[in-house]
């Protein structure tokens, strides 16, 4: 069964600088990856996806995240944190399931703090 | 579009009492997923549907636990009798079964309370 491990429950960075959310992964196979995001009250938000391919990901609001398949790491990366990314991070990893769908796992999840 | 629709955003309730939560997938999408999100276990998913038909409900917690879809547009998670530790956030996303059936987009989410 797939996995996912976010190392760092809270982080607090300043506004202007860069931020890097790890993420670890256990699957036999090549898998697929994700990162959402969770504001306050709210439901999540798919940032960006890994399936195949380049393994340097482009997502929405400036994310970043890069495939190390070496590592079984898909860690999340920002080079310039506004106040608005303050929220909860979720790393996760897809593999089939029952009936051939795909199972997404998702991680315990990374609290972010902007401070000015 | 409007997304994920949920209702009711908050319910509390005495132990004992049913509960049903309710969920409106994004139109065309064919995969229906319930999650319970906790501060303890994180996002668990319990059930998920394709084509209104129940796939994988291993993550039910037990039977007091129990969810329908009778049709595209609609599915419901009831629980009967709850209890404080039913007590999270309940979370319906949809997705387009195929290439890309693992993009789930996620409802606001029902925050439950039983006291």
């Known amino acids: 069964a797939q996995s996912v491990t976010q190392p760092d429950i809270h982080i607090t960075v300043s506004e202007g600088a860069s931020l890097e959310l790890r993420c670890n992964y256990s699957y036999g196979a090549t898998p697929y990856l994700f990162w959402y995001v969770q504001s306050p009250g709210q439901g999540l938000q798919l940032l960006l996806k890994y399936f195949s391919g380049d393994t340097l990901v482009q997502g929405i609001k400036g994310f970043e995240a890069e495939f190390k398949r070496s590592q079984s790491s898909f860690n999340l990366r920002k080079p310039s944190v506004h106040w608005s990314d303050a929220a909860e991070y979720f790393c996760?990893?897809?593999?089939?399931?029952?009936?051939?769908?795909?199972?997404?796992?998702f991680g315990i999840g990374t609290k972010l703090q902007v401070i000015p | 579009d409007a997304g994920v629709i949920q209702s009711p955003r908050h319910e509390v309730t005495e132990m004992g009492q049913e509960v049903t939560l309710r969920c409106k997938p994004i139109?065309?999408?064919?995969?229906l997923f319930w999650y319970r999100q906790t501060m303890m276990r994180g996002l668990e998913l319990l059930i998920y549907?394709?084509?209104?038909?129940?796939?994988?409900d291993s993550g039910m917690p037990e039977d007091r636990f129990s969810a329908k879809m009778p049709n595209a547009s609609f599915s419901t998670l009831k629980i009967q009798p709850s209890e404080p530790r039913d007590s999270a956030v309940y979370f319906c996303a949809s997705s387009l079964r195929g290439q890309f059936d693992y993009e789930q987009y996620f409802g606001p989410g029902t925050r439950l309370t039983v006291t």
């Open positions: 139109s065309g999408h064919n995969s």
């Open positions: 996760a990893v897809g593999a089939r399931g029952t009936g051939g769908y795909q199972k997404v796992t």
């Open positions: 549907f394709n084509n209104n038909v129940p796939i994988d």
